[in-house]
């Protein structure tokens, strides 16, 4: 016969079991809850993770692009910097050639090649034309012309332009010899005093005009191995 008290444990027992089970059912429960969140709580911040790799790269990729860019633009500023200073580097050295080239008797030989060049002819109805080139003359026909020059050449030289002026068939009148009021460093410029048409052979021009020319061969010859101390 069983007693109260042994019914009461196997109740117990029983009791036990039951709930045993339910809490390894509910816990299983949770732990799968868990397992599941905690997943994708892991993929969220992979995700997050990769998010943030990305835009350092992207953000580091946009730093190293700009930093080569304004490195790539100071080399240039820098290059072209030294590129001026050899320039005008030269150019003081050539300037000053120059300058004790229109102190020569060279100088003179230049002025008369260089008026010759540009055939210049005075057309008049009882002048007729004296050529005075017959090759590589440009051959313009100004009526009224002013040559220009600096103060020297026109003390020194005047006379020697005036007369090759008059071979050209030009008369007293017709053309006028000025200082220039810019520092042309020599050479002249002629202009058509009707027409307001201006022929520039000034060294100064001759040297503007050749920039881009000079510094190709300046550098040229500096990447060759020459040095311009």
Known sequence: MVTIEQKMILFSRLIYQLMNAEFK???KNLEADYNEKLEKNKRDIDSEVKKIVNNAHKKRDLEVSKIHSTLRINEKKEYMLIREKYYNKFMDRLKAYIYEFVKSDGYKSYLLRLINGIGLKEE??????????????????????????????????????????????????SYRIAVSSDNIIGGFIIEDNIDKFRIDLSIKSLLDDNKEYIMKILFEALEAGEKLE
Do not use: Q, R, W
């Not at 008049?124 to 012309?145: S, W």
């Open 25 to 27: 059912g509910v816990l």
């Open 124 to 173: 008049a109805m009882h002048n007729p034309i004296t050529p005075a080139c017959e090759n590589n003359c440009i051959g313009i026909n100004i009526k009224d012309i002013s040559l220009y020059m600096t103060s020297k050449d026109c003390d020194l030289y005047s006379e020697l332009l005036s007369a090759e002026l008059k071979k050209f068939g030009y008369e007293e009148g």
